[in-house]
């Protein structure tokens, strides 16, 4: 008996997000699984996360491959039903609607996709990162008696942007974006792939595709690169020997600006994505503004010294004391704890919160993030430094929610720990401020009168000039210096 099979798409992983990188699959064809099992590792542009399965029943298809990037609402795996045998799958029809007829199913699939979409986005029922099913178990791989599963599914493979696609056995000219080639009518070759083979001189001709169908492969054209002499046409004018000699030298990878070879590409892709273009964003739309001033910090160092001897495991760190002065300092100042907002009509309105959600930067192997510790003016120095220690550890894990890499209204950034004064740093979009914390070092100081060594460091707080004006920036960095320097005054009024 045949059943349908489920076809899981990849959800709205929060925060707007459209499109995932499939890192790693946790299952594979023939596997039994379970209700809210975790079925594959996804990075987004926020954080790398589980994708549970809201479906029971056999792995019948993996729709991608690790190192894909899958768009929200594309098909993510099949999963046969308990106790069901998936349909046999049709042979396609070799007739002459047959370009037609891929065109009408990959409208379907997108306008599928779409649809998935928008119920995501309303709440459609469909599992979400992070939540689940209600009342579903995580059980463990287990794997049945291997025997031939085969597939069904409406919706076409999905493929990463810049991949091909293969053509169906039946020979027809394919409904997807790319090239055919006069007489390959398999060989789909994708914008990513025919912009290289041009770049490089390779023509496409002379290629046999490594791909189903004869499709030429990405890897196809890398090979023919790096041996330029065999995947030459032959009726190639032939080159002068100091021509041919330095694209030989560098693999055929030559920059045409500085005549150099190319010695790696890397994608921009996840949180690095995030990160440029957020910072483009800030540049584009920010007429941010900075202020900056050396602080004595040898009070409050002297002071952390003191609580250390009464208790040496649980004292907050500096950066929590000036983190419980930050806060003070946004209560005392709100114009700097808000949001500027435009509307599509033009319209613009600043936006002021109830509460700080304080970020702060982490620096992780995958890039700079920011975590934000909620509600962080309820907190008091010392739960401040156990959330902070907490949320650096997930962002360096990879674990850290959209929510708490997404939620921030004011930045903190310890810059001070990689040996620098100071930054003139890029306020981190859609916030209006960011206040830098320099090292602190040995500097000579006037104390009542006197020259002293001190230990100073620098504050620099960047803020967005459009939401209020240099007095009320320079008030706030005022504020926070003078309980740096005073603290024990300081958290005695807070």
């Known amino acids: 008996m045949s059943s349908e099979l489920q076809v899981f798409r990849l959800p709205d992983l929060g925060e707007g997000l459209t499109e995932a990188e499939l890192v790693n699959w946790l299952v594979a064809v023939g596997d039994q699984i379970k209700v809210d099992q975790p079925i594959a590792e996804v990075e987004t542009a ?229 990160v440029a273009a957020n910072m483009t964003k800030s540049r584009t739309e920010i007429p941010e503004a900075t202020v900056w001033v050396d602080v004595d910090a040898t009070a409050l160092l002297d002071m952390r010294a003191e609580l250390k001897k009464r208790s040496p495991h649980d004292t907050p760190g500096l950066l929590a004391f000036i983190a419980r002065f930050v806060t003070a300092g946004l209560k005392k100042y709100p114009a700097l704890n808000t949001r500027f907002e435009t509307g599509t009509d033009g319209s613009q309105e600043i936006v002021g919160f109830d509460g700080i959600n304080l970020g702060f930067a982490a620096q992780t192997d995958r890039g700079l993030v920011v975590p934000s510790v909620r509600n962080a003016h309820q907190l008091s120095a010392r739960e401040l430094d156990a959330e902070i220690r907490r949320l650096t550890a997930v962002a360096r894990e990879g674990k850290a929610t959209p929510t708490e890499l997404g939620s921030g209204t004011f930045t903190l950034n310890n810059y001070g720990v990689f040996g620098v004064d100071g930054s003139a740093a890029i306020i981190n979009y859609p916030e209006v401020a960011m206040l830098g914390v320099g090292r602190i070092i040995d500097k000579p100081w006037v104390v ?47």
């Open 46 to 274: 926020k954080s790398m996360v589980e994708v549970p399965s809201p479906y029971a029943g056999t792995v019948a298809e993996l729709h991608g491959q690790a190192g894909e990037t899958l768009d929200v609402g594309k098909p993510l795996i099949s999963i046969a039903p308990v106790g069901a045998t998936p349909a046999e799958p049709k042979a396609p029809a070799a007739t002459d609607d047959a370009v037609s007829t891929g065109v009408v199913a990959d409208a379907e699939a997108s306008a599928a996709a779409e649809t998935y979409r928008t119920e995501e986005k309303a709440g459609s029922g469909n599992v979400l990162i992070g939540y689940g099913t209600p009342g579903g178990v995580t059980g463990g791989r287990t794997r049945p008696r291997k025997g031939s599963v085969a597939v069904v599914d409406a919706a076409p493979p999905v493929a990463a942007p810049g991949a091909s696609v293969a053509a169906p056995e039946a020979p027809m000219e394919p409904a997807v974006a790319g090239t055919r080639i006069p007489g390959k009518l398999s060989a789909v070759i994708s914008p990513l792939v025919r912009k290289m083979a041009r770049d490089h001189g390779v023509s496409l001709d002379a290629i046999n595709g490594s791909g189903a169908s004869g499709l030429i492969m990405r890897r196809d054209v890398e090979a023919a690169i790096s041996a330029p002499e065999a995947s030459a046409a032959p009726s190639a004018p032939a080159q002068a020997p100091a021509e041919a000699a330095a694209p030989a030298a560098a693999s055929g990878d030559l920059d045409s600006r500085t005549g150099l070879a190319v010695s790696a590409r890397t994608p921009v892709r996840g949180v690095r994505k995030a």
């Open 448 to 494: 009542s009168g006197e020259l002293a060594v001190r230990k100073v460091t620098e504050l620099t707080l960047a803020f967005d000039h459009r939401v209020c004006d240099g007095e009320t920036a320079a008030g706030f960095l005022r504020y926070v210096a003078d309980c740096i320097e005073n603290p024990g005054g300081a958290l005695a009024d807070m």
